[in-house]
């Protein structure tokens, strides 16, 4: 887990099937401020491609994380684009 930051908001997608963790994160999105994060867990094989590459394809910086549980954790920074 990534530790001493402020989390804004927090998205436990673990149980959920892509396409619905990606479609949660892009409204969630819309719902920060420049500078927030955003923390979304994942363990869907499908979010762990797709959530990335719609964030890389809109310049979106983001950290990856592995879990205990061998979940993923995407830590998002909403900046201005």
Same mark, same amino acid.
């Given at each position: 887990?990534?530790?001493?930051?402020?989390?804004?908001?927090?998205?436990?997608?673990?149980?959920?099937?892509?396409?619905?963790?990606?479609?949660?994160?892009?409204?969630?999105?819309?719902?920060?401020?420049?500078?927030?994060?955003?923390?979304?867990?994942?363990?869907?094989?499908?979010?762990? #491609?797709?959530?990335?590459?719609?964030? *890389? *394809?809109?310049?979106?910086?983001?950290?990856?994380?592995?879990?205990?549980?061998?979940? #993923?954790?995407?830590?998002? #920074?909403?900046?201005?684009?």
């Amino acid at each position: 887990m990534i530790k001493s930051m402020v989390i804004s908001k927090e998205y436990d997608a673990r149980h959920e099937k892509c396409p619905l963790p990606l479609i949660k994160t892009k409204l969630l999105l819309k719902q920060l401020e420049d500078g927030q994060l955003m923390r979304v867990l994942i363990g869907d094989s499908g979010s762990y #491609t797709d959530i990335p590459k719609f964030l *890389s *394809s809109k310049n979106i910086q983001f950290k990856l994380g592995v879990l205990k549980d061998d979940s #993923t954790e995407i830590i998002i #920074t909403k900046s201005e684009l």
